[in-house]
């Protein structure tokens, strides 16, 4: 089952939408009414679109090339070819796609404030409520993203800053221990207030603390493959190579996919969110 559709290419990157986006349309159908909804969709879509495109775009003028991104109902995934090795182009390209959501505020706030001097009444119809929720929105996904653990942005900001003086490995696993302990906590509580307080609704709460946590954990182990030397000095036999496994344990694998003309083996694309 295909579970994202091409919807075309932006900015040269091929965009995929989510199915589970749809889930996310209908809980806006449910709590606002025709053309509302439907503003609301095509607006929320619009900025989660170019928070990530904020990320590619930083990516690209770093030399690194975007796959594609996808959106999701809890946001969007850039996935890069590669993840910058230099502490100040990982800052600058996590710092990009909350920038974007805090100039598209900062545009709504101004224009909120323009259409109040023209007739305060514009406030309170339509525009003035679409342009309302849509400036809390930016500055909820500007704030949610900045939170310093992995897999947010915030969490590759806070690895870049405590990247020179601990070295990359140690910053990984301060800003992923961090996210996972968040984590725990927070689907911990979420649970006990599904329990106590019946909201089904907080289930989502809990789906997304465990995606923190797994993701937190993926980029730690995907760190320690990068950073950790191999066990013993022996080469690779053509045609293969070494793969991390986790525990300390590596294992030889088949060479299928090359990545630059000197023929190193392909790491594969890693997801930005």
């Not at 690194?64 to 090795?85: K, N, Q, S, W």
């Not at 900062?106 to 309302?132: D, H, K, M, N, Q």
């Not at 929105?137 to 947010?152: C, D, H, Q, R």
């Not at 294992?251 to 930005?272: M, S, T």
């Amino acid at each position: 089952m295909q579970l994202s559709w091409k919807l075309g290419r932006v900015a040269g990157i091929d965009l995929y939408l989510h199915a589970t986006f749809l889930a996310m349309m209908g809980v806006l159908a449910m709590t606002h009414h025709g053309l509302q909804a439907v503003l609301m969709v095509t607006a929320l879509f619009g900025c989660v679109l170019l928070h990530e495109l904020g990320h590619a775009l930083m990516a690209r003028r770093f030399g690194i090339p975007t796959e594609h991104i996808t959106l999701y109902p809890i946001g969007g995934v850039a996935r890069l070819h590669r993840m910058p090795r230099e502490p100040a182009a990982e800052l600058l390209i996590a710092l990009a796609g909350p920038a974007v959501n805090v100039a598209i505020a900062l545009a709504l706030f101004l224009i909120r404030i323009a259409l109040g001097a023209v007739s305060p009444a514009l406030t309170t119809g339509l525009p003035g409520l679409l342009i309302r929720e849509l400036l809390v929105v930016n500055v909820l996904l500007a704030g949610f993203n900045l939170i310093p653990i992995f897999p947010m942005d915030g969490g590759r900001v806070l690895r870049a800053l405590l990247s020179a003086p601990l070295g990359r490995l140690r910053a990984t696993v301060i800003a992923a221990t961090l996210g996972q302990v968040l984590a725990i906590l927070a689907g911990v509580a979420c649970l006990v207030a599904v329990v106590l307080l019946r909201e089904p609704f907080l289930l989502m709460q809990v789906a997304l603390a465990a995606f923190i946590y797994l993701a937190a954990g993926a980029e730690l182990g995907q760190v320690r493959a990068e950073e950790d030397p191999l066990p013993t000095p022996v080469d690779a036999p053509a045609g293969y190579s070494w793969i991390y496994r986790g525990n300390g344990v590596w294992q030889l694998a088949p060479v299928i996919l090359l990545d630059e003309p000197d023929h190193r083996p392909y790491r594969g694309a890693r997801p930005w969110f």
